[in-house]
């Protein structure tokens, strides 16, 4: 046939296609498929043995009589050639003859099973988490949430990969406009590939340093967000999902938040909003202090520091930025290197350079607890858009604090306070539920007090109350 010559020909006569040529009452049935993407037993067993049945019965070779022979549960037409080739390489079998064209599912299950949480680790929660299979990471949260309610939509971005983005949302909750700009931000993506759910992110946020997008590998996380009137994205070969939209407040959260006391959860969220502005402005005061405002410091202490950096070559700028500089390049070191080794590795390389540097005089015993306080506190969190956000945000009072002292760091934390209120979310406050007040969902904010486990009353379908109408 024509069609396979071309096909041959526009797929580079590539390796993995395979072709199969069977005449069946006087008929000829060429069968294509990918070798690597189609389960090779699934076709021998019920394509070409169905097929084989069909010449045996000496029944009419029709379009019907095949799709009742063949069992598959997916049997599509085909009426375009572009329209094979994507179902080609979606793991189908193309059944071609002279008057029709079928593809048959019959996809290699080359995907992970369900794996426990790797990086947002659950303590009392349950332990699953999305693998690299649409299919699974649907399946996790519908297992969840069993309702008609929750609806899922899905569409192909990229022009050569063609990837399978799902938009998970709960009809009778979500505001129809959010789910609108979703799909209006996801149309217009104009990219030849996504490889994963992190592609997206810079077509649905708006912001360059804040993240306005939680991204999870937990279905738990997700099924609670849609409770909440909030969307979820889900994209084929992508064990992240994407959360949206997402406040300043939920990189606070924990899903384990809502499986233990109020008391108990209340204390560490509290905890984890003292480490954050530890993990910010700790080296950017201590510089200030000792550069600046040296008059701010008890004499007894005072006394102390000057003893310490009397051997001291560098300032403390310089001395600090050394600093970030050695724990970064060991906390990186620590993730890119095999688990078995990177944690013993990075410990023994701290210990060892710091004691060093102290010995050698190039930086004060100090200045390195400021520092280890600092960059410990910022692993508080298992975001990793939190960590980097942590990271620039510490630079930049260090810099404040060095030129203008103790006024940098009140100018700094001014900044950071005047970005917060200025971003949005997908047109939704990024400050949500400080600014505009929410006084319902302060309950569920820092302070945890409301007993009832209800999901923030549906806020993001009150759409007056949150944009302060």
Known sequence: MKIV?????????????????????????????SEVLSSGDYINEYIIEALVDLKIAKVDFSLMNIKNYLT???????????????????????????????????????????????????????????????????????????????????????????????????????????????????????????????????????????????????????????????????????????????FFIDFFHTPDDYYEKNTNITFIRLLRLIAFFIAVFLPGIYISLTTHNIDMIPSSLLYNLINQRLSVPFPSFVECILLLLAFEILRETDLRIPSKLGSSISILGGLI????????????????????????????????????????????TVFLGTFLGFFGIFLSFLLIIIKLGSLESLGYPYTYPFAPLYKKELSDSIIKYNTNPKYRNLLLAKKNKIRGR
Do not use: W
């Open 72 to 246: 598959s549960n997916n049997i599509v037409e085909i009426y375009t050639y572009k329209e094979m080739l994507d179902y080609l390489f979606k793991g189908f079998c193309i059944l071609l003859t002279n008057d029709c064209i079928l593809g048959i599912e019959a996809k290699n299950d080359i995907d992970r099973s369900i794996p426990t949480s790797d990086v947002e680790v659950s303590i009392l929660g349950p332990k699953d988490s999305f693998n690299e299979k649409f299919n699974d990471n649907i399946a996790l949260i519908r297992k969840r949430l069993r309702t008609n309610e929750l609806f899922i939509e899905s569409l192909n971005i990229g022009t050569l990969s063609k990837t399978k983005v799902g938009i998970c949302y709960m009809n009778n909750i979500v505001e129809e406009n959010l789910v609108q700009d979703v799909k209006k931000k996801l149309d217009s993506v104009n990219i030849d590939g996504i490889i994963d759910s992190s592609y997206l992110r810079k077509y649905l946020s708006n912001s360059l340093i804040f993240p306005t997008i939680n991204v999870t590998e937990r279905p738990d996380i997700c099924s609670q967000a849609l409770l909440e009137g909030k969307v979820v994205i889900i994209v084929d070969n992508s064990p992240l999902a994407l959360v949206l939209p997402t």
């Open 5 to 33: 010559d071309k096909i041959k020909r526009d797929t580079g006569n590539s390796c993995d296609i395979i072709y199969k040529k069977i005449i069946i009452n006087n008929k000829e049935i060429n069968l294509i498929f």
């Open 353 to 396: 350079l710091g004691e060093a540097a102290v010995t050698a005089g190039i930086v004060s015993p100090i200045m390195i607890i400021v520092v280890a306080i600092s960059s410990i506190s910022g692993l508080i969190f298992s975001n990793i858009s939190i960590i980097y956000l942590v990271r620039f945000l510490r630079l930049v």
